[in-house]
């Protein structure tokens, strides 16, 4: 039988990246000895009253079908969180709800792009933007985050990347893998592009509120750019609601228009009890992120300590996030190489980094939203597998 070219544009590199990561999770659920830290899942259950709420709610009978763009009252939430973020002040008609900030980007990518059209976006780059923006039938055109500048956003390469074809620049701040928090003068620098080239960014802004370094600059903060800007937001790192599936997009309301009539013909709106928990979420349990990044902060630092300890490696501590990228040119291996054997010799499971672009080649993430204990027992066998080499 015969399949539409769309099931190829899905395809590619960065589905594959997950291959490694599929056949330990498999295992883990029969292996207690793998330690996955290939994702970033959050090892902490969800804050009680979020969970609590969506308890009351089911009780209640809340299970019909909701408004497909999101309940008022949690779009008028998610505005005075972009308030806080961005400062600048929208309205519920400038809010879409969407089931994860994934649902978020593919609704974006296909509102804005069609055939023909190409968008750039940074590399390496977060594994499912590829079929992400390809979805559309757009080109992605990749601009190299070089390791030996740290992964820094440079303005002469991102110029040259666009053409009379480019519709929108993706951006990640801060940016997953590399943990790279962009600075003001970098955030201008696409926003004064986008503007000249007359692009729309998408600004995909999850890790916002898990900092250890630097400021966190809001593309839409910025002055005339609000216009052309989406910006993406969830709960799933900072309030570890990852199987939920809440997240949104800001943006101009005519393009929140066409996303609500995207979610029309693919959601039909998040159930009610998951909205009126993200509700809670969203201002009971503010200071959730907090707590967090401290915890973040000491498993990163944990991490690095070890990890630069071992002949071969070297990593530099992200600024933000949940993710770490150690540099294995070091070893001798490629980095599929590596993490292949890895997995086989220790049950550790990281992400090849190669699969989320060139600019990743040569280096793994891995994540350290595992207990310490787990995570310290994962740099030992790091270590332990790379000496043996």
């Not at 996955?36 to 259950?45: A, Q, T």
């Not at 309301?253 to 009890?273: D, K, R, W």
């Not at 707590?291 to 990163?300: A, F, M, V």
């Not at 530099?316 to 001798?332: E, Y």
Request: charged share 20%; hydrophobic share 40%.
């Amino acid at each position: 039988m015969k399949y539409s070219d769309f099931v190829n544009r899905i395809a590619g590199k960065g589905a594959s990246a997950w291959e490694l990561h599929n056949k330990a999770d498999a295992e883990s659920r029969i292996n207690d000895d793998v330690i996955m830290l290939s994702i970033g899942d959050p090892e902490f259950d969800t804050p009680a009253p979020i969970v609590a709420k969506a308890i009351e709610r089911l009780n209640a009978g809340d299970t019909h079908y909701t408004g497909v763009s999101g309940r008022e009252t949690l779009k008028l939430a998610i505005a005075r969180d972009h308030l806080r973020l961005a400062g600048r002040r929208v309205g519920s008609e400038n809010v879409v709800v969407l089931a994860g900030a994934q649902n978020a980007l593919l609704a974006t990518s296909m509102c804005i792009a069609e055939p023909g059209d190409e968008i750039v976006t940074f590399d390496p780059m977060y594994a499912t933007y590829e079929a992400t923006i390809k979805a559309s039938g757009a080109e992605l055109r990749p601009v190299r985050l070089d390791a030996a500048t740290g992964f820094r956003l440079d303005r002469e390469t991102l110029a040259a990347a666009i053409t009379p074809r480019t519709r929108a620049i993706f951006l990640t701040n801060p940016h997953n893998p590399t943990g790279v928090v962009a600075t003001r003068d970098e955030v201008q620098m696409v926003a004064d592009l986008a503007r000249a080239h007359d692009l729309w960014i998408v600004s995909d802004e999850v890790y916002a509120d898990l900092l250890f370094d630097g400021e966190h600059v809001a593309m839409a903060s910025l002055d005339g750019i609000a216009e052309r800007t989406v910006t993406i937001g969830s709960l799933s790192k900072s309030r570890n609601m990852p199987g939920w599936r809440v997240g949104w997009a800001v943006g101009p309301a005519e393009l929140i228009a066409h996303q609500a009539n995207f979610a029309l013909c693919m959601l039909y709106g998040l159930p009610g009890f998951i909205q009126d928990a993200a509700l809670v979420a969203l201002e009971e349990c503010a200071d959730e992120p907090v707590r967090l990044t401290g915890i973040y902060r000491q498993r990163r630092d944990t991490a690095v300590r070890l990890l630069n300890q071992v002949p071969g490696l070297t990593c530099t501590p992200p600024q933000a996030g949940m993710f770490l990228m150690v540099d294995v040119r070091g070893t001798g291996l490629s980095s599929d190489e590596y993490c292949r054997g890895l997995y086989e010799h220790t049950k550790v499971a990281v992400l090849d980094a190669a699969g989320l672009g060139a600019g990743g080649d040569g280096f793994f993430r891995m994540s350290y939203t595992t207990s310490q204990e787990k995570l310290t027992e994962a740099c030992a066998r790091i270590a332990e597998y790379t000496n043996s080499l």
